[in-house]
């Protein structure tokens, strides 16, 4: 089975610019959770959606969006990069239902390394 | 405060040795706990889950959880030089949503 599949895996912008990074869940994942990590940091929660609804956010500026398809894909947009976005951005899925259970762990792609200029 | 933390290292262990890492969390409704592994430059890849106080054992590896003391840790018997990686200690609590709040991860190294 396929795992979570991120694109692009590398992606160069310059500031300003806007970037989309995809997301593809575990087949039967519904949740999909974006992350951020920058270089000797722990992951930061950015967003998290589940049947195409946001159901968390973290502590991100509004230039950070996102969303969920029909088929539980999932866009992260980021608009103005700025050179503090440069970072791995990591999508996860998970098995949850609508009433979240707490013990279902993430599942990781490969991530989006991103580098702004 | 931070809401995890853990010690980044590096933890430097002879091969066959016993890997001790700890993780510990503010005083939270928490739910469940996690600990990855992440190559460098890979992405986090999951190795254990423990949910309730106690010992949850996998192969080589040992997640201990004591909840009364906000504390997690992970222990890797037998260690390999393929186990160096960095170790990144995870939460959940509750809250409507699924947000995992992820320690600054402990880099363990392992000497052959």
């Known amino acids: 089975d396929a795992g979570v599949t991120q694109s692009p895996t590398h992606l160069i912008k310059t500031r300003g610019q806007h970037v989309t990074l995809r997301c593809s869940p575990i087949s039967g994942h519904k949740s999909v959770s974006w992350y951020q990590q920058v270089l000797g940091q722990g992951p930061q929660f950015i967003f998290q959606y589940y049947e195409k609804e946001e159901r968390g956010r973290g502590n991100f500026p509004d230039r950070f969006s996102a969303r969920q398809f029909p088929n539980y894909s999932s866009e992260l947009n980021v608009n103005a990069l700025l050179l503090g976005d440069s970072a791995l951005y990591l999508c996860a899925s998970s098995y949850s239902d609508r009433s979240f259970s707490y013990n279902s762990p993430l599942h990781f792609g490969n991530g989006t390394r991103l580098t702004v200029t | 405060q931070k809401e995890v933390e853990q010690n980044s290292g590096p933890l430097s262990v002879p091969e066959g040795a016993i890997a001790s890492l700890n993780c510990t969390y503010s005083?939270?409704?928490?739910?469940?706990f996690f600990w990855y592994r992440q190559y460098s430059g890979k992405s986090p890849e999951l190795i254990m889950s423990?949910?309730?106080?106690g010992d949850k054992e996998d192969g080589r590896f040992t997640a201990q959880l004591n909840k009364a003391s906000q504390y997690v840790s992970l222990l890797i018997r037998d260690s390999q030089p393929s186990d160096s990686a960095t170790y990144l200690c995870?939460?959940?609590?509750?809250?409507?949503?699924?947000?995992?709040?992820f320690g600054t991860g402990t880099k363990l190294q392992v000497i052959p």
């Open positions: 005083d939270r409704v928490s739910q469940s």
């Open positions: 995870a939460v959940i609590w509750s809250g409507g949503y699924q947000k995992v709040t």
């Open positions: 423990i949910y309730s106080n």
